[in-house]
């Protein structure tokens, strides 16, 4: 079975700090996902990677970066937390042209 | 660009019976897959079925069907036999075929009642 590991199931910070969401998965998947989930907004891309060091804006990449130096692994990086970030974050990958499958996802909240 | 659009919230059923959750999407693309997802509470989203727009038989998977009309481009979910476990968040999604990138609709929680 395929495994997409978060690294934490619940997180608080602050404004202001940076903040670092960690994704790992274990099935050499070219394609990672991050997502955040808002009620009645479902989930909406934020950026996704493709390959190695490589990467591409989603739908609301403001406010964030991203970082995946390793097949596995795609980091999800909040520069200058903000309140309004305050979300369910989700990350998911897939082989080309295959579903995607997801992790259980971080709740962040920003105080 | 491409929406997807679930016109119903919250919708609840009672155990063993059957419901269907809407679903419909704008596109000018020809080629592409529709897939449905369920995200029980406090749990890890999973695929639930996926539809090929090409193949113009409804795809099945057990319990669940859908009822995909291509034309009105209408991707709707039914569940038979409803379980206390199909109580969930279920979200309709939409992928072009030449992209790995998924659009999701804004969801609809499922409540089964015994």
Redesign the interface.
């Known amino acids: 079975d395929v495994k997409v590991t978060q690294s934490s199931r619940y997180l608080v910070k602050r404004t202001g700090e940076k903040v670092f969401l960690e994704c790992v998965q274990d099935m050499d998947h070219e394609?990672m996902?991050w997502?955040r989930q808002d009620p009645?907004?479902?989930?909406?891309?934020i950026y996704?990677s493709?390959d190695v060091k490589m990467k591409e804006k989603?739908d609301i990449p403001e406010g964030y970066s991203v970082s995946r130096e390793k097949k596995e692994r795609f980091s999800l990086i909040l520069e200058s937390a903000s309140t309004n970030q305050t979300s369910m974050y989700?990350c998911?990958s897939?082989s080309?042209?295959q579903?995607?499958?997801?992790?259980?996802?971080t709740r962040l909240s920003i105080l | 660009a491409q929406t997807v659009t679930q016109s119903q919230p919250e919708m609840s059923v009672q155990e063993a019976e059957t419901v269907t959750l809407s679903c419909t999407y704008d596109t000018s693309e020809n080629n592409y897959y529709l897939f449905w997802y369920k995200q029980p509470p406090s749990r890890q989203m999973i695929l639930v079925i996926r539809q090929e727009a090409y193949k113009q038989q409804n795809a099945t998977e057990n319990r669940f069907s859908v009822n995909f009309q291509k034309a009105a481009k209408s991707f709707s979910l039914k569940i038979s036999d409803s379980q206390l476990g199909d109580t969930a968040m279920y979200f309709c999604a939409f992928r072009a075929y030449n992209t790995d990138k998924l659009i999701f609709g804004t969801g609809t929680r499922l409540q089964v009642f015994p």
């Open positions: 394609n996902f997502y009645g907004l479902g989930l909406r891309l996704f493709y989603g989700l998911a897939s080309t042209n579903p995607q499958h997801f992790g259980d996802g």
